[in-house]
């Protein structure tokens, strides 16, 4: 199964951020600690890299992430020209608190007060933007929920006389490149269920946790894993939970929200999906199976197609 999800709305709000872009000194790309490449939008870079405009890019749900693996992100995001890397979490004051510093220091131009510091706060759906803003402006004035899109407007709020703030909706891409990257969207409530199989998702998830968490799954579902895959750990959640049908199979369909939920609140302890390693680990597979697939087509067969 391929994930893509891209609502007519976001399309529009691509085009209004990328003239909001042109009007901002700093931009503020809050990514999901647990997923941070495959949650960042490519394009995001690239419509920042053509404004040449610097970014403050927020590790959102550090609590929820392996510090381990933030740590590595960070290390790695902090190496890229124009970019400063900062885990938090928007549900914290104190955390928030050093944001408007981090942007003055992108962008000390605007330091001297005689014109305010113009901030724009962007990212894909349900990673904290608007918890992020709220906070902030230290009062609700976004939306917020645990679902994607909950934010389908722009809007720009005055922080101080010497700063201001836009908040933009939650913005994917029309097409999700690796299918990976689709499933972990997904797995973390970043992709609309209308466009998801939350069995298949859940499958997907239970076999990154067998590989890296295993630990985990064990003492949250008392149970010997040795052996399983993905499917297996859904039917073992839908056998311990007892998730049955009314004939009485297991029913996977509600095992595989209970394994998403443990995940997604935290209950399985603090899980990152990706490392850089193993995200160029992907990518290098994902050329290597292109590369294969190139080679496997005859030249007639290139010709037809």
């Known amino acids: 199964m391929t994930i893509q999800w891209f609502p007519g709305h976001m399309n529009s709000a691509r085009k209004k951020a990328a003239e909001a872009l042109a009007k901002v000194d700093v931009v503020i790309e809050v990514v999901d600690a647990r997923l941070p490449a495959a ?3 490519p394009m995001i870079e690239t419509l920042r890299a053509h404004r040449q405009r610097p970014c403050l890019k927020l590790l959102n749900k550090s609590d929820l992430a392996d510090p381990q693996a933030t740590e590595a992100w960070l290390a790695h995001f902090n190496t890229q020209p124009g970019v400063r890397a900062v885990a938090i979490s928007c549900k914290k ?7 408007p510093k981090l942007c003055q220091q992108l962008a000390p131009h605007r330091n001297d007060g005689t014109k305010p510091l113009r901030m724009i706060i962007m990212g894909i759906p349900n990673v904290g933007k608007s918890t992020l803003m709220n906070a902030m402006l230290k009062r609700r004035v976004a939306a917020v929920g645990d679902e994607p899109a909950v934010t389908k ?3 720009r709020l005055d922080i101080s006389p010497t700063m201001s703030l836009i908040d933009t909706p939650g ?28 069995f298949e998702v859940a499958a997907v998830l239970g076999q990154i946790l067998l590989d890296r968490y ?7 579902y ?17 056998q311990r939970r007892g998730c049955r049908l009314k004939g009485g199979g297991l029913d996977v369909d509600k095992a595989a929200l209970i394994l998403l939920s443990d995940y997604r609140s935290g209950a399985l302890g603090q899980i990152s999906l990706e490392t850089p390693q193993s995200r160029a680990a992907m990518i290098d597979a994902a050329k290597a199976q292109a590369a294969e697939g190139d080679d496997a087509e005859s030249p007639d067969e290139a010709e037809a197609s």
């Open 39 to 41: 949650s960042s939008n």
């Open 171 to 198: 913005m994917l891409w029309p097409k999700i490149a690796y299918e990976s990257d689709g499933f972990m969207l997904a797995a973390s409530h970043a992709i609309g269920v209308n466009a998801v199989a939350e």
């Open 93 to 99: 004051p104190g955390e928030v608190a050093r944001v």
């Open 222 to 238: 008392k149970t010997d894993i040795t052996g399983f895959d993905g499917v297996r750990l859904v039917e073992e959640v839908a």
């Open 153 to 155: 407007s722009q809007q």
């Open 214 to 220: 295993p630990a985990r799954l064990i003492e949250r």
